[in-house]
């Protein structure tokens, strides 16, 4: 019989990613029938033209093309850094495949990138596996862990809808916490020790809890001291540890700063098993069709990094330009190299662009029936929309999604509806990123507040 | 608890993917150690320095660092090529995330290519999903039908070990038909439902048929007497075929040509719904790092597409370079553009050297205790190996991996044993690549063939 909804895999059927979800198809098809659509669901900086990295590129370009490796349009370091990854590459190809984890000075890149950055806490190669962008690498852990609906993940509420389909492809149970947006959606340990409780009583193994710092939708960056919480949380229950901290490189508060989860355990001397997710999707590089990024496997044992590596080696390799991009990424040129002074004023640059438009953003969105918190870090902020009752009757079974194409309609705006990445009952919310340029921010926003006080008028 | 073995995700244990498994794992470790090591066991032509066809690897370096569109090193229909893709691509940067089934100006030139190649049977660009290789595609159709181990698919012996690998990781049944070595193997329509009627008997859900054409690891091209009897076969049980056909450029045999299965379908005026896999990493192309495929979704509703494109989009988008090399493969230059000649002069080249080598590896590998049906397309020979009774009786558990460990300490040659793909008990192969350069291949030949009689004498 032919393959139908219900005949199908009811695991994909179920699984959704609200990033692509309804409100981007009508704002597809909206956009094929000529209208002006401005996409605000989804983190691709350079689709917004932010621009590129110059070094990245170039090393891109002569990996590529080795015949560029004679002209002079490249700098030195660009070609000698060509030159000492392609040293990696079966046939000095970047069109070979590759070791399955990926390629090894490119790991070592990596490796060293992370103990400098952990100041203390090492890291060894053999735990590093280079995936396409975070996503595999958090397909393989949730994939290692779950054996069917007795095994749970913790996933914060609001989460990112990635690990809510991982876990219902793989017909795993979704374990929620809760953050405190009064708090600046911050986490406790209270909260956290509830869920896994309540999840123990019926019956579920808890295999993981998943934290991404800084949040997205939410745009928190922890405290050490929420950290530490964390990992105590963790070695108590003796589970593992995701931390997905793509954003690592994206803070924007100035009281806040960056530690990762591996050297806060370290730290307090806590043996734990932890998976930490990055990419390089975001931070200033935003090279998201690239597909290139990295899990370390920190504390897990070999016969799990080698059923990781079997895994890995079904698609045999990641894809090389993005394994190029994640070695420049971790190992940018320094200070007395040739490419240093422009890459760190493209990097400067963005990265201040960035964090002016998450204040503009987190300022402009809260108001008359809107309230945000600004935004500590991460490309995205999250208001809460007031609805008025009549609005919420009138869509009873979604109005955020209601609101949101309501909002693309009018405005051309695409958000995303607070019921993808999950919200407090009765409360609703949407997603934008703070990616739009500086000069067309104001119109953007002003559109997106006149529609709200609009709605607001008109469901009075 | 520490994840290990016994608590992982049993699926995720079991699988197995032969072409990177214990061979290849001592291999590396010997090459780390200072051995001349030859990796026949994977189809990974660049490792041999097969040459990248420069009008690709042009339009990729454009793409990556457009700032070579002033550079007169390049030809003006590379330029153009490269210009036209990055209108398909947001904020006309290949850093940016694309369309979730692939940037349609692509997606477009496959739909021409496709409908040219077959002759009547029309392509809808909206049945084409752009993978990171084939593997992601066959990945997200097995997920697509399989919902347990009550669920099966067809998958020949000898088989690619892409099909059982990912049948493991989603708990579902190997339904296993075997191709007939004798007679070159081809297939048998009675074989099919002898292996089908089994299955059902067992209860089994038989979804789809895996056909791998030309084969993978057989080298067989099917005539297209067969095929009819395929399409016959799905249309009578009413099953999906699942046509693996990336190796439709590597045809060798005088008498063999490529004929896809969705035309031989159209011919036969029959409804049914095919899923067609392609590649950039085969062919004439060997761009196997570069990540590029595409499945062609004919026949299916559009209530099954929209699942996959939720597949699709939760890990965003395949890789643009990736995705670019498919357009190149399917779009080439054509006569009168001028980079018409070099490209037509570097793939003939290829081909016809690939050409002669099957029939070099083939006669080579036939003989004394050898027996290799000569490869009539693919990238593969598959040889019988004859091993003496005492060799059998010492390594018991696995002779053909021992024949093939032993090989390469001996000789530095990595090839498969023919376990990892499936064979007649008490028969015995091993998987060689025919990628070694022509001046290279008479003495690993050699080798492997001196190996054998050694062996054949040491146990007599």
């Known amino acids: 019989m032919p393959v139908t909804l219900k005949n199908a895999y009811q695991g994909a059927v179920r699984c959704e990613y609200a990033v692509r979800g309804r409100v981007v198809a009508r704002a597809m098809e909206a956009e094929a029938a000529g209208k002006k659509v401005v996409y605000c669901n989804i983190g691709n900086p350079q689709s917004f033209n932010q621009k ?22 490249f700098p030195r370091d660009a070609k000698a850094r060509a030159s000492r990854y392609m040293d990696g590459m079966a046939g000095r190809s970047s069109g070979s495949y590759t070791h399955s984890a990926g390629i090894r000075q490119i790991r070592e890149d990596v490796a060293a990138f992370i103990t400098k950055r952990d100041k203390g806490a090492p890291c060894n190669v053999d735990d590093l596996f280079l995936t396409d962008g975070a996503g595999p690498g958090a397909q393989m852990l949730v994939r290692l862990l779950i054996r069917g609906p007795e095994d749970g993940m913790m996933v ?39 869920s896994y409780a309540e999840a123990r009583k019926k019956g579920i193994n808890v295999r993981a809890l998943v934290v991404v710092n800084p949040g997205n939708p939410t745009g928190q960056v922890m405290s050490k001291e929420s950290q530490k919480g964390i990992v105590e949380f963790c070695a108590t229950h003796d589970i593992v540890l995701i931390a997905d901290e793509v954003y690592q490189e994206n803070i ?73 991009t994640v070695g420049v990424m971790c190992n940018p040129p320094i200070p007395g190299e040739e490419s240093y002074e422009l890459f760190n004023q493209e990097r400067t640059e963005i990265l201040e662009s960035l964090r002016r438009r998450a204040t503009i953003v987190g300022k402009a969105l809260s108001g008359e029936g809107l309230e945000c918190v600004v935004p500590e870090g991460a490309l995205y902020a999250f208001p809460r929309v007031f609805l008025p009752p009549a609005f919420v009757q009138k869509y009873k079974a979604n109005p955020d999604e209601a609101y949101c194409l309501e909002l693309l309609d009018k405005t051309g705006v695409v958000v995303v509806p607070g019921a993808g990445f999950g919200q407090v009952e009765g409360t609703f919310h949407f997603r934008t990123t703070l990616l739009p340029p500086e000069k067309d921010l104001p119109d953007i926003l002003g559109k997106v507040v006149d529609f709200h006080r609009d709605l607001l008028r008109r469901y009075a």
């Open 52 to 73: 590129p990295l110059t070094f990245a590129r170039q090393v891109l370009a002569l990996c590529a093309y080795p015949a560029l490796m004679g002209s002079d349009l």
């Open 252 to 324: 924007w508060a100035p009281h806040r700063s960056f530690t990762s989860f591996k050297s806060v355990a370290h730290e307090m001397n806590k043996k734990l098993e932890i998976a930490s997710l990055h990419s390089v999707s975001k931070g200033f590089f935003g090279e998201c069709g690239r597909r290139g990024g990295y899990v370390e496997m920190s504390g897990f044992s070999q016969e799990v990094k080698d059923i990781l590596y079997k895994m890995a080696s079904v698609n045999l390799c990641s894809n090389v330009d993005g394994q190029v």
């Open 156 to 194: 914060p509420v609001p989460r990112y809808p990635l690990y809510s389909a991982l876990l219902d492809l793989v017909n795993g149970t979704r374990v929620d916490y809760f953050l405190d947006e009064a708090n600046g959606w911050q986490f406790s340990r209270e909260e956290l020790e509830k």
